[in-house]
């Protein structure tokens, strides 16, 4: 994307019916380290990759807490992402003393994507530049879910999603293997979750218990981080299970190329 005359404010329209203010946010979701999402009928399950600006530098959170029930990861800019938490906070907070019941997700989504459609509108704010992957349990209905939203406003609900840098590999690891996540324990959700983001880690670096974040929440059962010597275990049991996947993958090779020698002859 190169500066132009149109790009000056984001209430202006280019000629092809575009902000591209609007589009420059959604780039930096883009820039953001990995997040991926994804749901079975009684869990839903966020993982992340932390970044560290230096080898002298703790890692920077990428999923955040916003009550019991509900959790968020991000990709883009963490201080947009710490404003907005912010914001969800106050709202459930306000909802159960009103109320007396845990705010269901939906109508906090909701909310949330006007708060992001309405800083398009007015030439005195920015858009937000960070994309969310939202996990909650709706308390009424006992149903996980999955929301991602976007700088334009727009919010989606997934069965399985990922955004930010590289994230495409885990977008068709997930499209691979979404119709077994249904029926999916929360231990095979995890490893799912982990092995999305093997592939969206960047160079020569492997996924580790420091830049690992995994955070679940499901029926009866409150949200659980998962970070560090909690993560250990299930990072081991998918280095055992990826040899295993390996030995699978070459028997079917193996197979197939049985199958065309036979048909050339």
């Given at each position: 994307m190169f500066r132009n005359q149109y790009d000056t404010d984001v209430t202006v329209w280019s000629p092809e019916g575009r902000l591209l203010q609007v589009e420059?946010?959604?780039?930096s979701v883009k820039q953001g380290s990995a997040c991926v999402g994804l749901r079975?009928?009684?869990?839903?399950?966020?993982?992340?990759?932390?970044?560290?600006?230096?080898?002298?530098?703790?890692?920077?959170?990428?999923?955040?807490?916003?009550?019991?029930?509900?959790?968020?990861?991000?990709?883009?800019?963490?201080?947009?992402?710490?404003?907005?938490?912010?914001?969800?906070?106050?709202?459930?907070?306000?909802?159960?003393?009103?109320?007396?019941?845990?705010?269901?997700?939906?109508?906090?989504?909701?909310?949330?994507a006007d708060k992001h459609q309405?800083?398009?509108?007015?030439?005195?704010?920015?858009?937000?530049?960070?994309?969310?992957?939202?996990?909650?349990?709706?308390?009424?209905?006992q149903t996980p879910r999955l929301y991602q939203t976007c700088p334009s406003g727009n919010l989606y609900e997934f069965y399985a999603s990922a955004i930010g840098a590289?994230?495409?590999?885990?977008?068709?690891?997930?499209?691979?293997?979404?119709?077994?996540?249904?029926?999916?324990?929360?231990?095979?959700?995890?490893?799912?979750?982990?092995?999305?983001?093997?592939?969206?880690?960047?160079?020569?670096?492997?996924?580790?218990?420091?830049?690992g974040s995994i955070a679940i929440v499901g029926k009866d059962e409150k949200l659980t981080l998962l970070e560090g010597e909690a993560l250990q275990p299930y990072l081991d049991r998918l280095e055992l299970a990826a040899p295993e996947e390996e030995e699978e993958e070459g028997k079917d090779d193996d197979e197939g190329d049985d199958e065309v020698e036979a048909m050339e002859t």
């Open positions: 420059y946010a959604m780039e079975s009928n009684t869990y839903a399950v966020l993982g992340a990759i932390k970044r560290s600006v230096s080898e002298l530098s703790s890692h920077q959170k990428k999923i955040l807490e916003i009550d019991d029930h509900i959790a968020m990861g991000i990709a883009g800019l963490t201080a947009d992402a710490r404003s907005l938490a912010k914001y969800m906070r106050n709202e459930c907070l306000n909802h159960k003393y009103v109320y007396g019941s845990p705010l269901p997700p939906h109508l906090l989504m909701a909310d949330l309405r800083c398009t509108q007015t030439y005195v704010r920015r858009p937000y530049g960070v994309g969310l992957l939202v996990i909650g349990m709706d308390a009424r209905k590289r994230s495409q590999s885990a977008r068709t690891y997930l499209e691979k293997h979404y119709e077994s996540f249904e029926e999916a324990s929360k231990d095979d959700l995890i490893l799912h979750a982990l092995q999305a983001l093997v592939g969206c880690v960047s160079g020569d670096d492997e996924l580790t218990k420091e830049n």
